[in-house]
């Protein structure tokens, strides 16, 4: 054993959050929102109490996007931006197999079709080649999620997307999940897409325990995210909104004890996010003689956020299947794993059943009946996650220096346990 003890636990939390959540329950307003329109003054508002109106306030300024729309999980973020693009039954919308499910189930949750297009084995974002062979004339939307903390090359596919003339607009949603601090040209990327957002889970850069964000530069998506969020169909007549298609209401509001520490949380954001690049740094330069080991690599032009430090293990350099040295890192007490996840090879799109028994929404046309989910339709996950990729989650555990230390020796004490050089 080279960690005696499992890793701590990364823990974001300190005093002022702690003070934060106090003094909301201390007011006793813990969450004043009400599905209703108009405002009911003393009992609460539509658009939430002040703690969430000021997070919001807050990550607008942050970002520098126009809107915000805190929601209570980014699961419901995702729902709801889906629903705000004007998505029909039967829609088709392009997402990556490199993500978690709730990338995808937003998708079927109006009843639209996902469709996987694969990803580039460098960053493990979506392929930009392959988007476009998945493109018909159903798509209707392509959720980009930036995987590991590395954001997806936005512009180069805004470029060729714009060339494409008299065609149905394709609208381009980010899930920013795990890149807090994703940056193009020193802009933050969520606003080169129509929507993004950031999810606020426990296991997340920064936490509220649960919550999302959603960021728009577009009023009429702003209004609508709204809508979704808080029973939006109660509101449209009194609030005299005519466009109410989707507009089927949820409870996806946020808590001001969350806001409170969201706002507290949000401080901190660059230094926790710096403290993760420079434990990245210093893994990548003391692991990269490694053979058949190749470190994450950060393309020109982009920075990354280190959500997961991912690594591509090469067995036919060293001649030692990947899960043989999982196996031995695990003993020494290294918290590696392999591999990352093939969404489309969940029982559900291999069944094709999420509403009922009767294979809905796949059922609804032709086209979306023959949409595909088998095995080989995304060769390059398929591969990265069965039998390259091991990840070290870095976000998920504090890694003081003597850890960095002791990971890098599990290392080197694995490669000369199998003699590979
Ligand atoms: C965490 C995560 C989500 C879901 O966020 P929740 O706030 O837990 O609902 C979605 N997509 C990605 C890529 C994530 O990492």
Redesign the pocket.
């Known amino acids: 054993m080279i960690f005696k003890k499992p890793l701590k636990r990364y823990n974001s939390i300190d005093h002022k959050d702690i003070n934060a959540a106090i003094s909301v329950m201390k007011s006793g307003a813990l969450s004043p929102f009400i599905g209703a329109w108009p405002e009911i003054s003393g009992i609460g508002s539509f658009y939430g109490g002040k703690n969430v109106q000021l997070f919001e306030k807050n990550i607008r300024k942050f970002y520098g996007t126009k809107y915000a729309v805190s929601v209570n ?6 729902i709801t931006a889906v629903g705000a693009i004007d998505t029909e039954p039967g829609d088709e919308i392009i997402t990556s197999p490199w ?2 499910c ?2 995808v189930t937003s998708i079927i949750h109006w009843a639209a079709i996902p469709v996987f297009a694969d990803i580039e084995d460098e960053t493990f974002n979506l392929d930009i080649k392959d988007i476009l062979k998945k493109i018909t004339n159903k798509t209707r939307a392509i959720i980009i ?1 930036e ?1 590991f903390g590395h954001p997806f090359d936005i512009i180069a596919l805004k470029k060729i997307l714009n060339k494409r003339k008299n065609k149905r607009k394709i609208f381009l949603i980010a ?1 920013n ?2 890149t807090p601090l994703g940056k193009f040209n020193y802009r933050y990327s969520c606003n080169f897409y129509d929507i993004g957002g950031f ?3 426990y ?2 850069h920064i936490q509220t325990g ?3 964000m959603l960021v728009t530069n577009n009023k009429k998506f702003a209004e609508r995210m709204q809508l979704i969020r808080n029973h939006g169909e109660a509101v449209v007549g009194p609030k005299k909104i005519k466009k109410i298609n989707n507009i089927i209401g949820y409870n996806f509001r946020m808590g001001e004890i969350e806001a409170a520490i969201g706002n507290s949380q949000l401080k901190k954001l660059k230094k926790i996010v710096k403290s993760r690049v420079k434990i990245a740094n210093y893994l990548t330069k003391n692991l990269s003689s490694l053979k058949g080991l190749s470190t994450p690599s950060v393309k020109s032009g982009f920075n990354h956020d280190y ?1 997961i430090y991912s690594l591509k293990y090469d067995e036919s350099k060293t001649g030692v299947p990947r899960e043989k040295i999982i196996k031995k890192m695990n003993s020494l007490g290294a918290p590696v794993s392999p591999g990352y996840v093939n969404v489309h090879l969940y029982p559900m799109f291999q069944k094709k059943i999420a509403y009922g028994k009767k294979n809905f929404p796949w059922s609804i046309s032709e086209e979306s009946k023959k949409i595909s989910y088998k095995k080989g339709i995304c060769p390059v996950a398929e591969k990265l996650h069965e039998k390259v990729l091991i990840k070290i989650p870095l976000c998920n555990y504090q890694f003081k220096k003597h850890d960095q230390y002791k990971m890098v020796k599990c290392f080197f004490k694995t490669w000369n346990y199998f003699k590979i050089s």
């Open positions: 999980s980014w699961t419901s973020g995702l993500t978690m709730a990338t999620p995987i899930d999940a795990q999810s606020y889970n296991h997340k649960e919550g999302g959500y």
